[in-house]
């Protein structure tokens, strides 16, 4: 068994995005990304679907031009290769979720070109 916490531990970061890979199963990578107000992850896709989690804050969460307002508590699932896009409307905790086969190098990469 593995146990940690999304919510304790924060270190946002006023100049960039800050990602953690939480927990790793067999099956998923558990990723916390701490957005600061106005902060942009610009689009991009990922391989394999996804799981998208606002556990705090509120999101603009872009998917082929349409923005949908995501408020804590709400939850998404995206299929893979569906551009998409985030901007943080408040200081935010998005826990996400990646396939086994996904990287967490990836989702660097992506906040480090937004």
Known sequence: MNSTSF???LD??????????L????FSKEI?????????MKEHNAPFPI?????EGEIAFGVEGKIHDLKKGA??????NIPHDLTAK?????????????TAD???DVVAES
Not at 32 to 40: E, H, P, S
Not at 51 to 55: C, D, E, F, K, R
């Open 7 to 9: 919510t304790e531990n």
């Open 12 to 21: 946002f970061n006023d100049t960039k995005i800050v990602t953690q890979v």
């Open 23 to 26: 927990l790793e199963t067999s």
């Open 32 to 40: 916390r990304i701490l957005f600061k107000k106005g902060q942009v």
């Open 51 to 55: 799981i998208v989690h606002i556990l």
């Open 75 to 80: 939850i998404l699932t995206l299929e893979g």
């Open 90 to 102: 408040a200081d935010s905790i998005v826990r996400l979720t990646l396939s086994k086969q996904d």
């Open 106 to 108: 990836r989702v660097k």
